[in-house]
């Protein structure tokens, strides 16, 4: 009903910066909330980021707060993820989630993208 295209991932430098996008299709009327999330390597996935379609309310993960800034454009059902002073350790698939209704929670998604790779090398 709802399907994710994410883009933007690449290799950086530690220090550079990349912008993601994640572009929205489908049944868009239904969305609640947007966020980002990322696997590295060996391990799980993990909350970076969400943004709250009608609220304006936005959340960060403590690991990226201060370097990640989540934005969106309604009228495109997109969203993006502005991430700056980049580390190795924020090396890692990038994925969007698209949540439908309110949650307890904004790690809680409904839909997936299939994600973009980030490599950041020192």
């Known amino acids: 009903q709802v399907q994710l295209v994410e883009s933007g991932g690449g290799l950086v430098q530690a220090g550079g910066s990349l912008r993601l996008s994640c572009a929205a299709s489908g049944r868009t009327f239904s969305i609640y909330a947007m966020g980002w999330f990322r696997q590295a390597p060996g391990k799980e996935r993990e909350f970076v980021s969400a943004s709250s379609r009608s609220g304006g309310s936005t959340q960060y993960a403590d690991s990226v707060k201060g370097r990640f800034t989540i934005s969106r454009d309604n009228a495109k059902n997109t969203v993006y993820l502005q991430m700056n002073s980049l580390k190795p350790e924020d090396t890692a698939v990038y994925y969007c989630?698209?949540?439908?209704?309110?949650?307890?929670?904004?790690?809680?998604?409904?839909?997936w993208g299939k994600g973009t790779l980030v490599t950041v090398s020192s």
């Open positions: 989630g698209l949540a439908t209704r309110y949650r307890s929670s904004y790690s809680i998604m409904d839909y």
